[in-house]
């Protein structure tokens, strides 16, 4: 017998979307990756480190990524004992659990929002627990306080792309005994963003990610914002090594770049808005997004008969088998020429 650990056994593991070996043969629009390449000057930045014979990659990296992180706390307006990054969020919100919830505690989060959080608090052999959405996304049940070690707010929320006013995730970051961490991986995307809050609650991390608004989910990066005491432990849990030297160059070029990141933002943003309002012209119920996604649901309510129709075409988008989330789709936010594409295939399907 293999001597695993029982919840390591037992535990199904997290499934990412699908991706096709023969990604160009598809309109990918189910992991909302950016349509757009990264700014010219990471493609530069990543070479310049390469140079001639890639002898750079003899050395380790620069254990804390000092310099792109600098560029990141300047970029928000803090001091760099404010900022961590990671290789991707994800790698940031797995060591959130390990440093605030030991085995038998409490986590908690949003049912729908990121269900990752619940694989990687089985890991750490947490306990989970989940509330739903009323019909206004309020929080049904959420107790006037919440004695938990953590609680992971998606804003805007995923896959459903609504997104909470401040005052409310202000209110909640006063109901939350521990720490309040609102994954803002969409916020590039939204009118407003909580990092005001981190400077006036202690208790509140701001995680946010490269992969999208940066257009760089290849290359695995991801950043906290919260108080020193928080990122120092931060950085005592992660691999010391945890972005190599292509990744803390392609994070500053990309983070100094702040003209073309705009422009990429806003082209997304327009597309997303005319995209929405052409779905509900035939008839679907979108909700609105402050992503790069949409979820939208066909007139018949039938998420799987549209996301089997469409994978047929060779177009992917994500279908949620949870119940909560079968009656649509969650759509990524592609080219207008990818998005016409599958808006002449939604109407050939009906
Ligand atoms: N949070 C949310 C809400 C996400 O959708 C994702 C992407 N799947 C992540 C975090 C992780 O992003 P990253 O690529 O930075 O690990």
Redesign the pocket.
Known sequence: MIPLRPNIKHMAGYV?GFQPRDEQRWIKLN??ENPYPPSPQVREAILAELGEDGACLRQYPDPPSAAARAEAAHLYGFDPSWVIL?N????V?NNLIRAFADAGEEIAYVHP??S?YATLAEIQGARVRTFALGEGWELLDFPERYAGKLFFL?NPN?PLGFSYPLEFIEELAGRVDGMLVV?E??ADFAEENALALVKKHENVVV?R????SYAL?GM???LAVARPEVIAALDKIRDHYNLDRLAQAAALAALRDQEYFRAAVEKIRATRDWFSTELRVIDYSVIPSSGNYVFAAPPDRNGKRVYEALFARRILVRYFSDPALSHGLRISIGTREEMEALLNALREIG
């Open positions: 990412p992991t909302n990671a991707g969020s994800d790698e919100l929002s990121y990752y998606t995923a994954d991986a969409y995680t990610t490269l992969s999208k989910a695995r990066l991801g």
